[in-house]
């Protein structure tokens, strides 16, 4: 009796797949700036993200506790009107997987209270697309500003150095994104400005209980991927 061909795509569709308790999200290829630098403008000098992890893998207090981040020497800043030299949007950042979680570690220079300054956009492969509107003072803030708490209760701050310019100690906001489309495949996502006056800057994204593609799993995933029993 031969296996009906729906049964031999499935078979083989769960044998190229791996659930992962973390996924490194590789954003190198579209970074605007540097942590090692005054990423801010572009121009060489010191700042207290210079004290980061750069190329390694680290735990970063989480809403929910620790989450692994890997952090390089490149980030994604997108505009402000304090900063228009960065892009508006950075899109097309690669997923290629399922999560019931997204991470996001960033901050803003300067703060925007009116609204939204940022969004993240996830999008999946049926054409269909959530955002994720950020908030100073709410999911969000300026990083100089780490003794304030978010009062967002899926946002913490994941990072703080007391010391390095130009504030004497600054941070990086940990949220934790419960994707609304759990089942559904995300193909990518885009890091979008609003044009105020916040510049946000996003160090590093991590994927939470994910499922990915062999192929996906390889390029996301580091020695730190936990494969789920």
């Known amino acids: ?18 659930a992962v308790e973390w996924a490194h999200v590789d954003i190198q290829e579209h970074a605007t700036t540097e942590l090692d630098i005054e990423w801010w403008t572009g121009n060489a000098g010191d700042s207290t ?17 620790p989450v692994p981040f890997h ?40 703060e925007f209270a009116g609204g939204p300054s940022y969004q993240f956009v996830l999008n999946y492969d049926d054409g269909s697309e959530e ?17 304030a708490e978010p009062p967002d209760p899926d946002s913490v701050w994941g990072w703080v150095m007391l ?25 990518t996502l885009d890091m979008v400005s609003l044009g105020t006056a916040a510049v946000p800057i996003i160090a590093g994204v991590t994927l939470g209980e994910a499922i990915l593609a062999v192929e996906a799993e390889g390029r996301l995933t580091t020695s730190w991927a936990r494969l789920k029993q």
Not at 1 to 14: D, N
Not at 78 to 89: D, L, S, W
């Open 71 to 110: 952090i390089e020497v490149g980030a994604i800043a997108i505009n402000g009107t304090n900063a228009a030299q960065f892009p508006m949007e950075v899109t097309g950042i690669p997923i290629e997987g399922k999560a019931e979680f997204v991470y996001f570690l960033h901050a803003t220079g300067w």
């Open 49 to 65: 993200y210079s004290r980061l992890p750069i190329g390694e893998t680290a735990d970063f207090i989480g809403p929910d506790g």
């Open 1 to 18: 009796m031969k296996t009906p061909i729906c049964v031999c795509i499935a078979l083989a569709f769960a044998l190229n797949v791996h």
């Open 163 to 187: 010391e390095g310019p130009p504030c004497d100690g600054s941070g990086l906001i940990n949220t934790r994104w419960e994707n609304p489309k759990p089942n559904a495949r995300i193909a």
């Open 131 to 147: 955002r994720l509107d950020m908030i100073s003072n709410e999911n969000s803030d300026d990083w100089c500003h780490h003794a």
